[in-house]
Antibody
Framework: QITVKESGPTLVKPTQTLTLTCTFS??????????VGWIRQPPGKALEWLGIIYWDDGKRYSPSLKSRLTITRDTAKNQVVLTMTDMDPIDTATYYC???????????WGQGTLVTVSS | DIQMTQSPSTLPASVGDRVTITCRAS??????VAWYQQKPGKAPKVLIY???TLETGVPSRFSGSGSGTEFTLTISSLQPDDFATYYCQQYNSYSTFGQGTRLEIK
């Protein structure tokens, strides 16, 4: 059974760096065709894809956020870490991580974690 | 970036109705499109991938079609559990979600 869960701070100050951890079970991120993606959703708004890490450690980022994002993995701990620099109030959102089947189809999602950016 | 534009933004409907949601891509995405359902306070759930393939466990009243730049999600006979927000996603070039279609009770 696949599960994923996000963890990290609920409140960050403007200009700070956000670090979120996705802890998963039920699959290996070294299995061919698997990805773990990050998606966010501002309150009352649409989903926004942020980035993804592949089974072979390849990474892709949203072009509009690429300069601020880093995704890494720890295969021994079954974790993926998202780092977003220079946080702004417009980055306030629920952040989700999700298992990617055939890499890009997100079939198992975490519950999401609401991150508020405020001084 | 590839933009995905959904229509309508809001769709009033009744139980038993047949409804269709459209998603248009700003450039061809072949058939690399998925559809998700999201209920308030919950994570999205994948319904369809590769434009027309039904995810395991999803009721057969859901169907998807299209290729290139135009895609549709159809629910053949609305059930009470289907009132939710629906998103399309392209994954031909990185990934982009549409702005969502809220299916509400008429």
């Amino acid at each position: 059974q696949i599960t994923v869960k996000e963890s990290g701070p609920t409140l960050v100050k403007p200009t700070q760096t956000l670090t979120l951890t996705c802890t998963f079970s039920g699959f290996s991120l070294t299995t061919d065709g698997v990805g773990v993606g990050w998606i966010r959703q501002p309150p009352g708004k649409a989903l926004e894809w942020l980035g993804i890490i592949y089974w072979d450690d390849g990474k892709r980022y949203s072009p509009s956020l690429k300069s601020r994002l880093t995704i890494t993995r720890d295969t021994a701990k079954n974790q993926v870490v998202l780092t977003m620099t220079d946080m702004d109030p417009i980055d306030t959102a629920t952040y989700y991580c999700a298992h990617g089947s055939n890499i890009w189809v997100f079939d198992y999602w975490g519950q999401g974690t609401l991150v508020t950016v405020s001084s | 970036d590839i933009q995905m534009t959904q229509s309508p933004s809001t769709l009033p409907a009744s139980v038993g109705d047949r409804v269709t949601i459209t998603c248009r891509a700003s450039q061809s995405v072949s058939d690399w499109v998925a559809w998700y359902q999201q209920k308030p306070g919950k994570a999205p759930k994948v319904l369809i991938y590769r434009a027309s393939t039904l995810e395991t466990g999803v009721p057969s009243r859901f169907s998807g079609s299209g290729s290139g730049t135009e895609f549709t999600l159809t629910i053949s006979s609305l059930q009470p559990d289907d009132f939710a927000t629906y998103y399309c996603q392209q994954y031909n070039s990185y990934s982009t979600f549409g702005q969502g279609t809220r299916l509400e009770i008429k």
